[in-house]
């Protein structure tokens, strides 16, 4: 089994940076591929980016891509999400998951694991 808990939410400015944490409990963190979604009231969630469990790979929503920046430290069990440039439209509920089937890890129902979010509220 795995636990996520995620961190570093907040209210900023738009254009402003945050940087997200998902640290996770169980021996077997490194063999899994590691996600972020967000999520805003009465949509579904969304896929954000990824990165294998080797780091080997990564791949980003089009709506993040070149301004998210996904990483991980597998001796602290942790992820990461650096966020600049951030808009009002990054406004979400943002979860950290984690999934063995590198093929599904852009689709909600393809990760084993979720955290239990972070807001990220971004102001105009």
């Known amino acids: 089994q795995v636990q996520l808990v995620e961190s570093g939410g907040g209210l900023v400015q738009a254009g402003a940076s945050l940087r997200l944490s998902c640290t996770a409990s169980g021996r077997t963190f490194s063999s899994y591929n590691l996600g972020w979604f967000r999520q805003t009231p009465g949509k579904e969630r969304e896929f954000v980016g990824a990165?294998?469990?080797?780091?080997?790979?990564?791949v980003y929503a089009d709506s993040v891509k070149g301004r998210f920046t996904i990483s991980r430290d597998n001796a602290k069990n942790t992820v990461y999400l650096q966020m600049n440039s951030l808009k009002p439209e990054d406004t979400a509920v943002y979860f950290c998951?984690?999934?063995?089937?590198?093929?599904?890890?852009?689709?909600?129902?393809?990760?084993?694991?979720w955290g239990q979010g972070t807001q990220v509220t971004v102001s105009s």
């Open positions: 998951a984690a999934g063995r089937t590198w093929s599904l890890i852009t689709r909600a129902g393809g990760n084993d694991y």
């Open positions: 990165i294998k469990w080797s780091g080997s790979s990564i």
